[in-house]
């Protein structure tokens, strides 16, 4: 699943600082997902953006949670006055378009590890 | 909200040893994944189901996708050291695009050389 970059790999904040995290989708994938997983838990999803579109946001805070995945540039995920409840593992996921008999398979990032302070 | 029922929580073998994971819910899901994660990694795709029934392999993988599309199981033979990791299920509702992942709590596989 070579091609789905996140960073910063590791991002240390203290409480009410704004924490921002980046992902590029494999090439070719026009579909973003945001996962966050709590030490020793699975992941829990968050957010699903298309280029320029928020489809899905079901799974994100209302309050201090944002997602942005523009025409040009990698997909954000923002965190604003960051609390300590706020420390995990996010990751960042794509995928093609679904294809009937093989499914749309998402291809994940290798993470960033948010540790508020 | 949804939650799929993953066990064993853990799981301590010796080298060679066959291993059987499996995953349950309550509803129905069109797709069932299976993903291996190493300690500071993201999930990387071992297998994915797309049919109720529908026995696949992957090496010394090998996984279900159960016929009343509510679980799924997966087994390794002959495992190795380098099998050691945390196994997650996740199962996928849609059939279009957009479809999220409802993941398991996760297997935690240790292997004794």
């Known amino acids: 699943n070579a091609g789905v970059m996140q960073n910063p790999r590791h991002l240390v904040r203290r409480r009410g600082q704004e924490a921002r995290l980046r992902c590029s989708p494999m090439?070719?994938?026009?579909?973003v997902y945001w996962y966050r997983q709590l030490p020793e838990e699975g992941l829990k999803f968050m957010v699903y953006?298309?280029?320029?579109?928020?489809?899905?946001e079901s799974g994100m805070p209302k309050e201090r949670f944002s997602a942005e995945f523009p025409k040009e540039g990698p997909s954000i995920l923002r965190i604003q006055q960051v609390v300590r409840g706020d420390s995990a593992a996010y990751f960042c996921?794509?995928?093609?378009?679904?294809?009937?008999?093989?499914?749309?398979?998402?291809?994940f990032g290798p993470g960033t590890r948010l540790l508020v302070l | 909200g949804q939650q799929l029922n993953q066990s064993p929580q853990s799981m301590f073998i010796q080298e060679g040893e066959d291993v059987s994971m499996n995953c349950t819910s309550s509803?129905?899901?069109?797709?069932w994944l299976w993903y291996k994660q190493d300690p500071g990694e993201g999930p990387v795709l071992l297998i994915a189901?797309?049919?109720?029934?529908e026995l696949t392999s992957n090496g010394r993988l090998t996984a279900q996708f159960g016929i009343t599309r509510k679980d799924s199981f997966l087994n390794i033979s002959a495992s190795i050291p380098s099998d050691v990791g945390i196994y997650f299920c996740?199962?996928?509702?849609?059939?279009?695009?957009?479809?999220?992942?409802?993941f398991g709590e996760g297997t935690q596989l240790t292997v004794n050389p």
């Open positions: 996921a794509s995928s093609h378009t679904f294809i009937r008999g093989t499914g749309e398979t998402q291809y």
């Open positions: 090439k070719g994938h026009s579909h």
């Open positions: 953006l298309q280029k320029e579109n928020i489809i899905d």
């Open positions: 509803s129905i899901f069109n797709t």
């Open positions: 189901l797309y049919k109720a029934g």
């Open positions: 996740a199962g996928q509702k849609g059939e279009t695009s957009g479809s999220r992942l409802t």
